[in-house]
């Protein structure tokens, strides 16, 4: 079964906040778009939402993230194919951890502006850490789209700058994926809503283009990093509604569903 989890977290070290409220903004959107997906030629198939992980926001982030990765094995059971909706990035630290105490190693395919590899900021655990913990915890993280580097970040072993180009060779030497999209990673003229947007990203149509061929593969997904409070237009909640959509398409595909 598909589930959604919504993990609205969010750290004071983002330079502006908000994503905190986006899961149950991207689910008000998606009460109103069209079902079928034009991409899959397909309607947007069964899934159980379960609600929101909720911790407070005065506990530290890393206890509050030991409390969302502890509850989702609640919410998820073996089998399940998770679309966790955030939050801020430092959410892949639980959502990662637990689905490989469910399902064992699996490589994180990870779209992003932004490559999260400081060691520091704002503290170990935050938005701009998260990779390299998860590096650091034994996982294997390919970034791409990213087009900024920070002054004490490194380099990711597979990724690829500007475009997603390097994710379709990732996808196809690894079965087992867990994909996490920052929203960011799309240029800022299709999806401005988001704390820390960088020029040159890729395209809607980009990631759609991707996420064709990562069905079958996913284990799970998340989307996070939508600033509902930067959003007078609506428009981010719309276009976060569709890639929701398309992304439980995508995980339909799995051999478990
Ligand atoms: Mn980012």
Redesign the pocket.
Known sequence: MIKVVGIPFETEANFLRGSALAPSHVRWHLWGIDEYSPLFGERMPEYEDVGDVWTSFDLPPSHRLSSIENRLSEYIRNGDLPLFIGGD?TITWATARALREMYGEFAILHL???L?RWDDYGGRFSHATVMRRLEEEGFEVGTFGYRTVGAREYLPRHGSMYDLSGAYEFALGHDRLFLSL?L?VLDPSEFPCVS?PEPMGVKFGDVLNLLKALRGKLLGAEMV?YLPTLDCSRRCGSVAAIMMRELLLTLKSHPST
């Open positions: 990035h992003d502006a932004h999260d920052d960011d820390n990093e």
